[in-house]
Each structure stands twice: as C-alpha cells, then as structure tokens.
C-alpha cells in the first residue's frame, strides 16, 4: 500500500477540525489529526507539506454543459460584452482572425447593455462578413442571434416554434439552427473544447462534473463521445428525454450510458428569454412563457423512472412550470407511495420560483435541487434582470435557499457553465450574499451544498463523499487561502456556536468584497487532476 501524509495544512474536516495532519493510503482518507502522532503512526508515508494551506474537500458541479463551456473557453466568449457595439467588434474581430468556418459565440445578455437589445440579424451578417454562418447563443442558451447564412441552411427554422422574423430564434427553432452549426464541428475540436472546460473545472478544484445532456441541447454524439473522454474529472451524465414506461427509461440507458434521465429536461425555457412558464405573463412582454411538458407528461416520466430505478428530474424556472413539476409528483407519490419516490432521490435544475406549499411538498418527497446562486449575483437585486422581467415583487421571491434548506431540502451548488462560470467558491459566495434579506444561507451550508449535497444530487449517499473523515474517498483541494472564519448567515438564527470553542471547521471568509482561495492542488481519488 502507498500512503500519503500531508502536514502542515489547515484541514477542514468535521470528525478532526483541529487537524493539520492528514493520510491517504491507496485514494482513501485513513487518518487526520496533529502532525507528530501523524508521523508515528505512518513512519514509511510519503511527506507532501502543504506550508499552511487549507485543504477541503473537492468541489462536484452538479450542472454543466462541458463541450459547450469549452467552445466558450477556447472560442468567441462575448459574456464580457457591456455593450451592443462591443458584442459586435468582438464578433468582428473573431471573424477577421478565423476566416474559415461558422463562427460560434455565445455569453451576450442585453439586458447588461445601454442599447437594452440584442443583435439584429442584419447587424450579425455586417459583422461576420458576406455569406458567413454565425451562431450566438444568449447568456442562458434559451435564445439565439443566427445569420442570414446560417437560417437559410435550415429552411424550416422559419416555420417553427419560436422563429419570429427580427428577433432572436428561441425553442424549437433555437434547436434547429443549434443542432446545425455543432453538426460542423469536427472531432478534434470538440475534444479540444472538452479538454479546456475539464482542466477549467479541476483547476477550480472540482474533481466531477454533472453532465446535463439532452436532443435538444448537443445530442447522442456529443454525449457518447465525452463519456468516452479520458480525463480526470469523474463525468456523470445525465440526458434530458422524457419516457412513457419503465421499459423505455431502461432502455434508454442502456443505449447512452447515462446515469440519470433527469438534468435538462425542458419544463420551460428561461426569464432572460421570455420562455420560463410563468402563471402570470411577465411585467416586460406580453407573454407568459412556453411549457414545453405538463403534468401528465411529468407525471409518466417520474413513474417510469421510479418504476425502473432511475433518477429522474427536470429543467425547471417559472411558477407556472413548477406548478406542473409538483403536480406530476403528487400523482406518482399518490400512486407509488412517498417511500418508493424519495428512494430514487429524483431532482429539479434551477427550482427558482416556488412557494412555502411546494417547498414542504417537495422535501417530504426527498426531491433534490439542483441550484445556481451564480444566476441571483447577475440578474437579482432591484435593478437586476428578474425585477425587469417580473417587477420587483416576484423578483424578490426568487431562489428561497434559505426556506429550502429549512425545509429539509438537499440543495446542490452548480454552476450551469457556460450560462455563469464553473467557479464554486464563487458560487458558495452567491448563495451566503443573497440579493434578498432573508433568502441567503450560511458559509457552511453553502459549501456543503457544493460538495456533499453535490455527490448526493448524483446519488453517491454513504455519508463519506464530499468529506474529509477517515473512510472518505481522498478527493480534496489545497488552496491558498489567509484566514480562516466561522461565519453564521447574515439574516438567519444558526444551527451551530460561531464561538472557536465550540470546534466547528472555519472556511475563508465570503463577504462580497474577500478574495476567493487559489487552487494549488486537485486531487481525486488520490490521483492528482491539477498542480498550479
């Protein structure tokens, strides 16, 4: 057996959180506690001295959509555009350097800009140049600016769903024109791209990532060819398609390999797009966004799933799609029994609007959500794009994490890379720093939620994963981090003593204006993903 100590750390652990010592024989934690009965006890071990730095568990991203953030990270990012004007140099510039092929860009948000519009067609074909195929996702991949050249390869993008002549495509029409432009891409550079958002995620010290895969997102080939991916970030997948019987749920693994038919199984688009299913039309259009499965649709899909032993779950953002979602699952819980449900550990994407009834209803049925704090730092608060799409009422409703978590619901920290960056201290920072009083949660719940709420979100249950206490897999992160705190949250009672007497781990600190720690080491497993 090989074993590993390491000394000199500062090791948040719950079973020794005064430890500066810790063992690693053959990928599994063995020991922590002090450095001098550290080396008595493992004489022969391997000596790496961390110099003092904080050493905690690795991070797992519950959602992300890895060759498409790695398109971003290697291609046209236009997420730093704080203009219209600049979206179009940036396109400009990235045509005149990459003269060859369809240009593919996404990140832009209007609602960040002075204009207040996204792109015109006419604008994208000025700036790509004559004839040229551009595709240029909004920042919440629910909607697209396609060139003239890119719609007139597919023809029948103008007679469906969500096709309006001057406007961004969204729904049916957004996957068309989206399934066209990646169909052009070649081998090599997908796996370039999948190789760039990976080593991203481990050098953020993330050792797994959450897949969320779908038809209508980058298709079977896409999904079969990142499974076969070698790399060191463990990949769970998850492939967004709704079943009729648990045959078909069964089968559809089978075929895919994945893990889940849960992640992005559209209920609704998004508020940035006006696709969100809303019970009441928006304060900024006239619309009440698109419902894409209702709830008898819901309803087959969670029984099939439950049935076969399969993890189920949906993309879900308005009220009026979250009012399907619970509707679905009361019929399948009536029917099957809160027991069979909450075994399955079945989960929601996004869960951004619901109320104190769907909140219990949910818990009790262990329903897992898979959340992104990332999306209330950019588009809550009063002046932000939720209050423009909702008024500011509803806005202020927005990701409840706090009554969630009171509640008894398992939350999971994500991202959703590329819609906001695979950055999990950020993300953490996000959930403590709420835009609304009240609806934040505690530095130590929110870290959990990114590390042992994230395992479980991917149906790893034994208590150890995401830890660092003897038995644990040996998955951890070493960061350069100043001090330590014990914070309790801003606007709620705590669960535990803030007082270091009471030997509750620290973490660094997450007020809005702290830096965020430096990854120096990802290890997975014991194997080591990253090395700054």
């Known amino acids: 057996m090989s074993t590993q100590l390491l000394l000199g750390g500062r090791i948040y ?115 790509a140049g ?4 551009a595709y240029l996702a909004r920042v919440d991949a629910h909607s697209a600016v396609a060139s003239t050249a890119l719609l007139d390869a597919v023809p029948e993008v103008r007679s469906a769903l969500g096709f309006t002549r001057g406007e961004p495509v969204r729904a049916a029409a957004h996957h068309l024109v989206r399934a066209t432009v990646l169909a052009g891409l070649d081998r090599t550079r997908r796996d370039d791209a999948r190789r760039a958002a990976l080593d991203a995620a481990a050098a953020h010290g993330v050792a797994a990532v959450h897949e969320c895969a779908g038809p209508e997102i980058a298709g079977r080939t896409d999904l079969r060819e990142l499974l076969e991916f070698e790399h060191g970030v463990e990949v769970r997948a998850y492939w967004g398609e709704a079943v009729r019987t648990a045959e078909q749920a069964r089968e559809l693994i089978a075929d895919l390999g994945a893990h889940g038919l849960a992640g992005d199984l559209f209920v609704d688009g998004s508020l940035g797009s006006h696709t969100a299913w809303l019970r009441e039309p928006y304060a900024d259009h006239a619309t009440s966004g698109l419902g894409y499965l209702d709830a008898d649709a819901i309803e087959a899909h969670v029984r099939a799933c439950t049935e076969a032993g399969i993890q189920a779950g949906f993309h879900v953002i308005g009220d009026g799609a979250m009012a399907a979602v619970v509707a679905g699952f009361e019929r399948v819980v009536d029917a099957l029994g809160g027991p069979a449900v909450a075994a399955r550990g079945h989960r929601l994407e996004h869960t951004e609007m619901l109320d104190a009834e769907q909140i219990a209803k949910l818990a009790a049925w262990g329903v897992i959500a898979s959340v992104q704090p990332g999306f209330d730092a950019a588009w809550g608060g009063e002046a932000g794009m939720y209050a423009a799409r909702l008024g500011a009422e509803r806005a202020a409703a927005m990701n409840p994490f706090a009554a969630m978590a009171a509640a008894g619901i398992a939350l999971a920290i994500g991202s959703d890379a590329p819609v906001t960056a ?28 990114a590390t042992r709420g994230a395992w479980r979100a991917g149906g790893v249950r034994d208590g150890l994963a995401g830890t660092l206490v003897p038995g644990a897999p040996a998955s951890y992160a070493i960061w350069e981090a100043d001090e330590l705190v014990v914070a309790a949250a801003a606007d709620s009672v705590q669960r535990w003593s803030t007082d270091p007497r009471s030997r509750v781990p620290g973490l660094p600190p997450l007020d809005a204006d702290a830096p965020l720690p430096r990854c120096l080491r990802t290890v997975h497993r014991g194997v080591t993903i990253h090395e700054a």
């Open 13 to 127: 652990s719950s079973s020794a959180p005064d430890a500066t010592a810790m063992a690693v024989t053959d990928g599994m934690v063995v020991w922590l506690g002090a450095e001098k009965p550290g080396r008595a006890l493992h004489p022969d071990a391997e000596i790496i001295d961390v110099d003092g730095a904080f050493v905690a568990p690795a991070f797992v991203d519950p959602h992300v959509h890895v060759t498409a953030l790695g398109l971003q990270l290697t291609g046209l990012d236009l997420s730093g555009a704080g203009s219209l004007g600049a979206c179009l140099d940036l396109v400009r510039a990235y045509a005149a350097a990459h003269p060859l092929g369809a240009i593919l860009g996404d990140g832009w948000d209007e609602t960040r800009w002075p204009e207040g519009r996204p792109p015109t067609v006419e604008e994208i074909d000025a700036a």
């Open 422 to 449: 695979l950055n999990p201290w950020a993300a953490v920072r996000a959930a403590v720093n709420h835009r609304t009083a009240g609806n934040g949660i505690s530095p130590r719940a929110a870290f959990s939620a």
């Open 130 to 133: 004559p004839g040229r195929q």
